[in-house]
């Protein structure tokens, strides 16, 4: 009897283990086989929402937070990474490098007088989230340019504030599903393209149109809202680097990079801005709110470290108009400021007045002995950028621009593919130049023919050449409606002042950090051997992965370049980032923009796509 009740015991025992058992299985054909590479949206359950670390606000206060089972090792060529975490929907909008939260987290002591708070604060690898960002509830595939410069999906940044704070100023305004901008400003209610005009007619351009016939190309707006002022002035062939920081106007570069405009998050705090000097022909400030004569002029100065001889600077604010006691009082110390400068009024009038930068040294050398702001050492670089501080000093021109009184740049578009003057300071040649240019031209039309079957004329507006060198993939994009953000490295040549010379823009970037971008706001990603370079400094190849997929656009495009292993790593993080190939080519031996390893290792071209995917909270019909 005892052995029979034991028996049966056993078999229901056994039975418990088997259904255990069949039950765990079924858990994991749910968990990692719910995606299918044919849908266009991947439908995820709460049970894999997590917060990658501690440091975005979740619970697992232990320092690494990377999983080990998700990995793939590069070295077991059989084993793939089957899936990333996704972050909560509450960091829909995160970039790690710009995140208050993690500011207040580490007690960082920061001088918010001085906008530090603002500036960049990376959280060290132990902190870095390993998990992906999900698009907000509702999101839809980006409206095409040239549409997109006047309305966006309300549901892809669903912040209204600013169409009610600024409702008297027409920046936004609220329609059904979407969000209209018609144009306005805080010092151009009745449109930016009429403002813009009348800015030009101030300076006597020929026909009111500001590129004054391809000589003013480059633009540095400060403070720039939504940034409509540089959208209307890419009718007139100017590209303009709208700036304005994470303040408490959220979210007004996350609504120019989704309208197409160029935009980058950045601050005249205590770090110089990121661009070389002499990148901009004009600066523009329309009520940006900057106490432009603190710490001896420091901010003006730095403005005056970006701007080309003969550069203008655009001010419209009361300071240049108001007739109160305050604003009297301002305007006469920044007058006097400017002047010492060696600034000039170059034209005044209404609301508006326009600075112009001298076109040599000699103002410079003539001022009185002791002079305040001094000339900057002569062993300063003034395109040294990254991490470094602002000085309150006058930047002298070089040799060559003070001897031609300017800086001997040809009209745009001739810009373009003409040889830089300070292609001499890197000992390129002109020869060395023309046939990157020609290279690039090259590669460009090969990469649009592997991607001919997903992309048309409109498909892709926002580009980022990740590794730019001297701007040819961007020169080589002219004749298609996109613009390119050139980013350069830190660590190697600053050719930076080389792409802003041909009329294009750029910032400084190492890629062993996050951009100071939202998420989902590029639509192309071009990986020129950056992948290659990251390695040699012993950083994350995942970590790069996880940052791209959050600055990519869902059904965005990623152009990898790289050597055969280090793409055949990649492809392993396909599935769990729910990328999909496009097309896979070899390079041909020998190629000139690619060097071959010590064993003769190819390098390859690999071209991918970002599905669009959404959390279960916010699946809902997207276009």
Not at 30 to 45: F, H, I, P
Not at 115 to 139: A, V
Not at 365 to 390: F, H, I, K, Y
């Amino acid at each position: 009897m005892m052995r029979g009740r034991s028996d049966g015991g056993l078999k229901k025992r056994l039975i418990a283990s088997v259904c255990v058992v069949a039950l765990f299985v079924c858990f994991l054909f749910m968990y990692y086989g719910s995606s299918s590479q044919g849908a266009s949206a991947l439908e995820y359950g709460r049970s894999l929402r997590k917060l990658g670390s501690s440091y975005l606000g979740g619970d697992d206060d232990n320092g690494d937070t990377k999983q080990d089972d998700s990995v793939t090792n590069a070295e077991d060529s059989l084993v793939v990474a089957k899936s990333f975490p996704v972050c909560d929907d509450r960091h829909s909008e995160i970039i790690p490098c710009l995140d208050r939260n993690f500011i207040y987290q580490m007690r960082l002591k920061l001088d918010l007088s001085l906008m530090e708070h603002y500036e960049r604060h990376c959280p060290p690898p132990e902190r870095r989230f390993n998990c992906l960002i999900p698009p907000p509830n509702g999101y839809k595939v980006p409206i095409k340019w040239p549409k997109s410069r006047d309305e966006v999906w309300k549901a892809n940044i669903p912040h209204t504030h600013l169409a009610k704070e600024k409702s008297d100023q027409n920046w936004m305004v609220e329609k059904g599903e979407k969000i209209s901008f018609p144009g306005g400003g805080t010092h151009f209610h009745y449109g930016a393209d009429k403002y813009i005009a009348s800015i030009a007619n101030m300076l006597n351009f020929s026909n009111d149109v500001l590129n004054d016939e391809g000589r003013l190309r480059t633009v540095l707006d400060v403070g720039c809202g939504v940034a409509s002022f540089g959208a209307y002035l890419l009718a007139s062939d100017i590209l303009t680097m709208s700036l304005a920081p994470n303040d408490v106007h959220q979210n007004q570069i996350q609504f120019a990079l989704e309208r197409g405009i160029p935009a980058y998050l950045g601050v005249l705090g205590t770090k110089r801005l990121p661009y070389p000097s002499r990148s901009f022909e004009l600066a523009h400030c329309s009520r940006c709110r900057i106490d432009w004569l603190q710490r001896d002029g420091l901010l003006l100065l730095e403005l005056d470290r970006v701007l080309r001889p003969g550069g203008y600077f655009a001010y419209s604010s009361p300071e240049a108009y108001a007739q109160d006691e305050e604003n009297l009082k301002i305007w006469k110390e920044m007058s006097a400021l400017v002047e010492r400068m060696c600034w000039r009024i170059a034209v005044k009038r209404n609301q508006t007045v326009v600075w112009q930068k001298p076109l040599s040294n000699d103002c410079y050398l003539e001022r009185e002995p002791g002079t305040q702001p001094p000339l900057c050492r002569s062993d300063a670089d003034p395109d040294a950028v990254a991490g470094v501080a602002m000085e309150a000093c006058i930047t002298p021109y070089s040799n060559h621009d003070h001897k031609t009184k300017g800086s001997g740049l040809a009209p745009w578009p001739a810009r373009l593919t003409s040889s830089p003057p300070r292609l001499a300071d890197f000992g390129y040649s002109t020869d060395m130049f023309e046939k990157d240019t020609e290279l690039w031209k090259q590669q460009v039309d090969s990469y649009w023919n592997l991607m001919s079957s997903k992309v048309k004329s409109n498909t892709v507006r926002n580009i980022m050449d990740m590794k730019a060198h001297m701007g040819s993939f961007a020169a080589a994009l002219k004749d298609k409606d996109v613009w390119v953000m050139n980013v350069v490295s830190p660590d190697g040549p600053n050719t930076l002042k080389l792409i802003y010379d041909r009329g294009l823009i750029g910032t400084n970037h190492n890629w062993c950090e996050a951009f100071s971008t939202y998420p989902r706001t590029y639509d192309l990603l071009h990986a020129w051997s950056v992948f290659s370079d990251i390695k040699s400094k012993g950083c994350s190849a995942e970590d790069l992965l996880i940052e791209m997929d959050r600055i990519l656009r869902p059904t965005g495009f990623v152009i990898i370049r790289d050597k055969q292993s280090v793409v055949e790593s990649i492809k392993k993080y396909l599935q769990a980032l729910h990328w999909e190939t496009v097309a896979s080519e070899k390079v041909n031996t020998g190629s000139e923009l690619d060097q071959d390893s010590e064993d003769g290792e190819n390098n390859v071209v690999f071209i991918v796509q970002k599905k669009l995917w959404l959390t279960s909270e916010s699946l809902r019909d997207t276009e």
